[in-house]
């Protein structure tokens, strides 16, 4: 699936393209340096990511759905989302691509970005996101952390 870009998103402090990755491969480089800077777990380290696709590719149906987010002027990523579409009975639910094999699932966030990005402002970003995502029936992101940061 190309990437797809998205020009502003209402409601944050800077305008941001969305894009929308299949191969997890591609976003090696920038996810290390995001992982080591910004805000994340080991859950959503990319070594650990890179064994779940491997998992994922070979025992289900699903389809990663990895969000990243880029400052529209300078190209910077502020945000890494690893998901997934997984078809169950029919349905298509959008996960965290570690859902099975982890208690504890969120994004990679630019420290900066996660400090500036309110929940008011979270809304119409989160609807901006799923118009990016492929069709999907029901989001099920489960264990998330009630906050993240310092």
Not at 10 to 30: F, K, N, S, Y
Not at 38 to 58: C, E, R, T, V
Not at 78 to 105: C, F, S, Y
Not at 140 to 150: A, D, E, I, K
Request: with cysteine; glycine share 4%; charged share 20%.
């Amino acid at each position: 699936m190309p990437s797809i870009t998205q020009k502003e998103s209402p409601g944050v402090a800077q305008p941001i393209e969305i894009h929308c990755h299949r191969d997890i491969c591609m976003l090696a480089t920038e996810w290390r340096a995001l992982q080591q800077v910004g805000i994340s777990s080991p859950f959503q380290h990319l070594d650990w990511m890179l064994a779940q696709q491997q998992y994922l590719d070979a025992h289900t149906t699903s389809t990663p759905c990895v969000i990243s987010l880029h400052q529209r002027e300078t190209g910077n990523l502020l945000a890494l989302l690893p998901l997934r579409i997984e078809v169950k009975a029919g349905l298509r639910i959008l996960r965290w691509m570690a859902d099975d094999h982890a208690n504890h699932h969120a994004g990679i966030f630019n420290r900066e970005f996660l400090r500036t990005l309110s929940a008011e402002a979270f809304v119409p970003l989160w609807q901006r996101i799923r118009e990016h995502l492929p069709a999907h029936d029901l989001v099920w992101l489960r264990s998330q952390p009630v906050s993240l940061g310092p």
